[in-house]
């Protein structure tokens, strides 16, 4: 028998609820544009990070593109 009370459900569910979906969408739209500039061709270069910011003569694995003069 189904009970004929109204439904609770806490704002805190509806929150969790409407930021999982808004998370999917996200995530679609990023495997979207994947698909997209794979079926574009050539691979996406990656942007070089600057480093000279850093107060190290040397960051550990990172082969610079440029000599810095300090």
């Known amino acids: 028998?189904?009970?004929?009370?109204?439904?609770?459900?806490?704002?805190?569910?509806?929150?969790?609820?409407?930021?999982?979906?808004?998370?999917?969408?996200a995530r679609s739209i990023r495997k979207e544009q994947?698909?997209?500039?794979?079926?574009?061709g050539g691979q996406v270069e990656h942007e070089v990070e600057d480093l000279s910011h850093l107060d190290v003569a040397v960051v550990e694995g990172v082969e610079p593109d440029v000599t810095v003069k300090r």
């Open 1 to 25: 028998m189904a009970s004929s009370s109204k439904k609770k459900t806490t704002f805190a569910k509806l929150n969790r609820e409407a930021k999982v979906r808004e998370k999917r969408q």
């Open 34 to 40: 994947r698909q997209r500039e794979a079926e574009a």
